[in-house]
């Protein structure tokens, strides 16, 4: 593996205090994602980490002849990876928990869950994520039945990959029921904006959205220090796959304090755009103290995450017409439009930006509704108010994006982990707006890119190569899924960086390597836009910088 060269420069106290607080990379190509100047030799930035200057390397080195040298070799450089949409905690918590993504059916769940309940105390509930039924043989839902007979008195509880369902035990309902007070799971009720899946009117063990509370209420809270750990974990993950920023999506006050400790300390390796749980305090303490940015330049809150529907996966995505593979469900409102409408007024008031999870084609219009309806004449204004995910969208309200100024943040992963069952789910004339990345550029619409991670990997290679071929690692389907809706390699990248800070109104400090924004970057083996599509998957990382400092180094320990 190649390392990175650095050159020192010893003359003089005056040139070595200069050589200090200036730096100069060369490598054999700096893709900069700014249009004015696309790609350049050499890049220079100060002890800030503020960006003084990008252009070819034999001038910038003449105009700089004591800086300290980063020698890349022949390696590419690209601006640092944002990730639009992503759950910090929540990687970090799934990290510490069984991993079941991939499982090839219940049976792989229950051995994976034997072995890491090895490493569990006695009592402690089994907590873990990841399963997916639609790669199981049987395609349907599990139930608490399937896990009793391996864990009889054990509390489980796992999450699905989407986040929008969960899988309990009968230990764990049992729980659910002590803690309900003398009312129990079965019957034909349902909580709001959720649902209880029942075998006649007995609870099977999912629960669904909204219902899934009625476990996570009963769940042992995690304490400080698994908390730190958590977090922790995440970063060193997030620099490990070349992420120098994310947007991350439900941020409750209890998190953003963690995360302010994390950045006082120096600790915080990514650059985290917070956005508020729209139902918890961190709505109300951003309209009551206004938008925050921390010192240090690493974190910020000024945006609010809402929700209207569930996941496709799930069922739960909210459709205007049933589902193709479920006669008579149209999916969940999680939240009412009412009190939906009254929460988007609410931020709008406190001059707060608007991201809202929506994945049906009836979740989107709803969304655009009543932005549209809130908005009224400021729909001009560069409010940049956000679809989360905005999957399944109908064809008549694509172009409804761009005059409204609204973002579609989507996640290219998401559309080939679905795709074996998308079109069984939804029919194939609702395809026409899924994941349809292309007519939303041609619309107009800015699209910033993104993982969704943990519910998908946050590795940005991962969506760099899904965006292009639309296929799975196996190179299936050939040609790839709805092939007209690929973007390019460069659109891809752009999605990534340039567009993505856009969508944070980061887009004078990062997303972009020029003169006066912050020296984040990726050093990579290959050229991400010369490499074959199918190559894309596998880009070596070698190193990650924020603020012109590596956090990550290949072969060596994550850094803060």
Same mark, same amino acid.
């Given at each position: 593996?190649?390392?990175?060269?650095?050159?020192?420069?010893?003359?003089?106290?005056?040139?070595?205090?200069?050589?200090?607080?200036?730096?100069?990379?060369?490598?054999?190509?700096?893709?900069?994602?700014?249009?004015?100047?696309?790609?350049?030799?050499?890049?220079?930035?100060?002890?800030?980490?503020?960006?003084?200057?990008?252009?070819?390397?034999?001038?910038?080195?003449?105009?700089?002849?004591?800086?300290?040298?980063?020698?890349?070799?022949?390696?590419?450089?690209?601006?640092?990876?944002?990730?639009?949409?992503?759950?910090?905690?929540?990687?970090?918590?799934?990290?510490?928990?069984?991993?079941?993504?991939?499982?090839?059916?219940?049976?792989?769940?229950?051995?994976?869950?034997?072995?890491?309940?090895?490493?569990?105390?006695?009592?402690?509930?089994?907590?873990?994520?990841?399963?997916?039924?639609?790669?199981?043989?049987?395609?349907?839902?599990?139930?608490?039945?399937?896990?009793?007979?391996?864990?009889?008195?054990?509390?489980?509880?796992?999450?699905?990959?989407?986040?929008?369902?969960?899988?309990?035990?009968?230990?764990?309902?049992?729980?659910?029921?002590?803690?309900?007070?003398?009312?129990?799971?079965?019957?034909?009720?349902?909580?709001?904006?959720?649902?209880?899946?029942?075998?006649?009117?007995?609870?099977?063990?999912?629960?669904?959205?909204?219902?899934?509370?009625?476990?996570?209420?009963?769940?042992?809270?995690?304490?400080?220090?698994?908390?730190?750990?958590?977090?922790?974990?995440?970063? %060193? #993950?997030?620099?490990? $796959?070349?992420?120098?920023?994310?947007?991350?999506? +439900?941020?409750?006050? !209890? /998190?953003? *304090?963690? @995360?302010?400790?994390?950045?006082?300390?120096?600790?915080?390796?990514?650059?985290?755009?917070?956005?508020?749980?729209?139902?918890?305090?961190?709505?109300?303490?951003?309209?009551?103290?206004?938008?925050?940015?921390?010192?240090?330049?690493?974190?910020?809150?000024?945006?609010?995450?809402?929700?209207?529907?569930?996941?496709?996966?799930?069922?739960? %995505? #909210?459709?205007?017409? $049933?589902?193709?593979?479920?006669?008579?469900?149209? +999916?969940?409102?999680? !939240? /009412?439009? *009412?009190? @939906?409408?009254?929460?988007?007024?609410?931020?709008?008031?406190?001059?707060?930006?608007?991201?809202?999870?929506?994945?049906?084609?009836?979740?989107?219009?709803?969304?655009?509704?009543?932005?549209?309806?809130?908005?009224?004449?400021?729909?001009?204004?560069?409010?940049?108010?956000?679809?989360?995910?905005?999957?399944?969208?109908?064809?008549?309200?694509?172009?409804?994006?761009?005059?409204?100024?609204?973002?579609?943040?989507?996640?290219?992963?998401?559309? !080939?982990?679905?795709?074996?069952?998308?079109?069984?789910?939804?029919?194939?004339?609702?395809?026409?707006?899924?994941?349809?990345?292309?007519?939303?550029?041609?619309?107009?619409?800015?699209?910033?890119?993104?993982?969704?991670?943990?519910?998908?990997?946050?590795?940005?290679?991962?969506?760099?190569?899904?965006?292009?071929?639309?296929?799975?690692?196996?190179?299936?389907?050939?040609?790839?899924?709805?092939?007209?809706?690929?973007?390019?390699?460069?659109?891809?990248?752009?999605?990534? !960086?340039?567009?993505?800070?856009?969508?944070?109104?980061?887009?004078?400090?990062?997303?972009?390597?020029?003169?006066?924004?912050?020296?984040?970057?990726?050093?990579?083996?290959?050229?991400?836009?010369?490499?074959?599509?199918?190559?894309?998957?596998?880009?070596?990382?070698?190193?990650?910088?924020?603020?012109?400092?590596?956090?990550?180094?290949?072969?060596?320990?994550?850094?803060?």
């Amino acid at each position: 593996m190649r390392r990175i060269t650095w050159i020192a420069t010893l003359c003089c106290l005056a040139a070595t205090a200069q050589a200090a607080d200036v730096h100069l990379l060369t490598a054999a190509r700096i893709h900069t994602s700014d249009p004015a100047q696309p790609q350049v030799e050499a890049m220079v930035w100060d002890a800030s980490g503020r960006v003084l200057a990008v252009g070819d390397a034999k001038a910038l080195l003449a105009r700089y002849p004591d800086a300290e040298r980063v020698d890349a070799g022949d390696a590419t450089v690209v601006p640092g990876l944002i990730d639009a949409h992503g759950h910090v905690m929540g990687l970090g918590y799934a990290l510490m928990q069984a991993d079941l993504t991939g499982a090839r059916d219940k049976a792989d769940v229950i051995a994976r869950l034997k072995a890491y309940e090895k490493t569990l105390p006695e009592g402690a509930w089994l907590l873990g994520g990841g399963w997916d039924q639609n790669d199981w043989p049987e395609k349907a839902f599990p139930t608490a039945a399937d896990l009793d007979a391996a864990f009889p008195d054990r509390p489980v509880w796992l999450d699905r990959v989407d986040g929008h369902a969960g899988w309990a035990n009968s230990a764990a309902m049992k729980a659910v029921e002590k803690a309900m007070s003398g009312r129990t799971l079965a019957g034909d009720w349902q909580p709001d904006g959720g649902r209880i899946l029942r075998d006649g009117d007995k609870a099977t063990g999912v629960f669904v959205d909204g219902a899934m509370g009625l476990v996570s209420e009963v769940l042992p809270a995690p304490d400080e220090a698994y908390r730190t750990q958590a977090l922790e974990r995440a970063l %060193a #993950a997030a620099a490990r $796959d070349g992420l120098t920023g994310v947007h991350d999506m +439900g941020v409750s006050s !209890t /998190d953003l *304090a963690l @995360y302010k400790r994390f950045a006082d300390a120096g600790k915080l390796s990514l650059r985290i755009d917070a956005y508020a749980n729209g139902d918890g305090q961190a709505l109300a303490d951003l309209c009551e103290h206004g938008a925050y940015r921390h010192p240090g330049g690493r974190l910020e809150m000024r945006g609010v995450k809402l929700f209207i529907d569930g996941a496709l996966g799930s069922r739960g %995505a #909210a459709l205007l017409t $049933d589902y193709s593979d479920e006669p008579g469900n149209r +999916g969940l409102l999680v !939240t /009412d439009p *009412a009190t @939906y409408e009254g929460s988007v007024r609410k931020a709008k008031g406190c001059g707060v930006q608007v991201a809202t999870h929506a994945i049906g084609d009836r979740g989107n219009r709803i969304v655009l509704d009543t932005y549209e309806r809130v908005l009224g004449d400021d729909a001009k204004s560069d409010h940049r108010w956000r679809v989360e995910h905005a999957q399944i969208v109908s064809p008549e309200d694509i172009p409804r994006f761009a005059p409204l100024g609204v973002i579609a943040s989507m996640q290219p992963t998401h559309a !080939t982990s679905d795709m074996p069952w998308a079109e069984e789910r939804l029919g194939k004339e609702r395809l026409f707006g899924a994941y349809a990345w292309q007519r939303f550029l041609h619309s107009g619409a800015h699209l910033a890119l993104g993982s969704d991670f943990p519910v998908e990997s946050p590795d940005p290679r991962l969506g760099l190569y899904a965006a292009v071929t639309r296929q799975d690692r196996d190179g299936q389907p050939p040609g790839g899924w709805l092939p007209d809706q690929r973007l390019s390699a460069a659109e891809a990248l752009r999605g990534f !960086t340039a567009d993505a800070a856009y969508a944070g109104f980061d887009e004078k400090q990062v997303g972009k390597l020029a003169p006066g924004l912050r020296a984040d970057f990726v050093i990579l083996a290959e050229d991400p836009l010369e490499v074959p599509a199918s190559q894309l998957d596998d880009l070596e990382i070698e190193s990650t910088w924020v603020d012109g400092k590596p956090v990550y180094e290949a072969g060596k320990p994550a850094k803060q």
